[in-house]
């Protein structure tokens, strides 16, 4: 019998105040109304440095399939490092164990705004 990965809903919105102050909110789902939830995580961001970044990924994602459609060797071409950065600024600093406790694994619900286009 497959062993059952316990995940819970995790809601990522992109948010900006009326003074232009960029934010993603990380937010748990609660599985119950009884339960209680921690608060919600916050990263301040420059969406134009995140558009950027995944731009970058896809950039070096389409490097890789030209590659592969040539049958050639990727030789260390790969899109770990352009990844890497744009989890530098997307990520809580704690990753998702500061949002969700251990042992859980993030379920998303992402809000139709900026954070459906990272390719999580």
Not at 62 to 71: P, S
Request: aromatic content about 4%; proline content about 9%.
């Amino acid at each position: 019998m497959p062993r059952r990965i316990p995940t819970r809903l995790l809601v990522v919105s992109y948010l900006r105040d009326h003074e232009g102050l960029e934010r993603l909110e990380y937010k748990q789902a609660a599985g119950s109304e009884e339960e209680s939830l921690p608060p919600a995580v916050s990263l301040t961001v420059h969406w134009q440095t995140i558009r950027s970044l995944i731009d970058g990924v896809h950039a070096r994602l389409g490097d890789v399939m030209d590659l592969a459609r040539l049958r050639r060797a990727r030789d260390g071409t790969g899109i770990d490092g352009p990844a890497a950065d744009l989890a530098a600024h997307v990520l809580p600093k704690a990753c998702f164990a500061g949002v969700l406790e251990p042992p859980l694994h993030p379920h998303f619900d992402i809000t139709h705004n900026l954070p459906a286009e990272i390719p999580w």
